[in-house]
């Protein structure tokens, strides 16, 4: 009898980039690990993260994973509600200061050196207008530091979503 053979591939690769002479394999995000994140976050200040929580894993989920990704120009890094990714090596200094914030930066930049990247997440709202960085604020420095520019994944916020914090 023969068993049927298989081969496991531990690292799914999304899509592969160049960024100024770089190759990088961009990962699509781990969701369940974000959602983590997300539920870790405080809650309480009509922010992005309590209308992601009153939804639940599985409605956030549902609506993350219709995203792709895009690139992020330094520009538009700079119009990102919660980071300061748009002034590079200033917004890396910073997270130096954050809990655990040298660990982080490690694993990132680990991943660029490998040449694999898990895409940072971020919510999009009133087409692109508002745009709010969920998960990967490290990654998305460093790329922003490296390159000029970064990719993430991007997702639309449906405005009956959007409107959640208003009930």
């Known amino acids: 009898m023969k068993i049927a053979e298989f081969q496991l591939k531990p690292f799914v690769f999304y899509k592969k980039q160049n960024i100024k002479g770089t190759d990088i394999d961009f990962q699509k995000p781990n969701f369940t690990n974000e959602w983590g994140e997300i539920y870790k976050a405080p809650k309480g200040k009509k922010t992005v993260i309590d209308t992601f929580t009153k939804l639940g894993f ?5 609506i993350a994973k219709k995203g792709g990704m895009v690139k992020v120009t330094k520009s538009e890094a700079k119009k990102i509600e919660n980071t300061n990714a748009g002034n590079g090596l200033v917004g890396w200094n910073e997270i130096k200061g954050y809990p655990d914030g040298l660990n982080k930066q490690k694993r990132a930049q680990a991943q660029l050196d490998l040449g694999e990247i898990e895409l940072p997440i971020l919510a999009s ?31 639309d916020v449906p405005d009956k979503v959007a409107n959640l914090l208003e009930e």
């Open 58 to 62: 599985a409605k956030w989920v549902g």
């Open 125 to 155: 709202y009133d087409n692109g207008d508002y745009r709010f960085l969920i998960a990967g604020n490290t990654r998305f420095t460093l790329q922003i530091k490296t390159f000029g520019e970064g990719y993430v994944w991007q997702f």
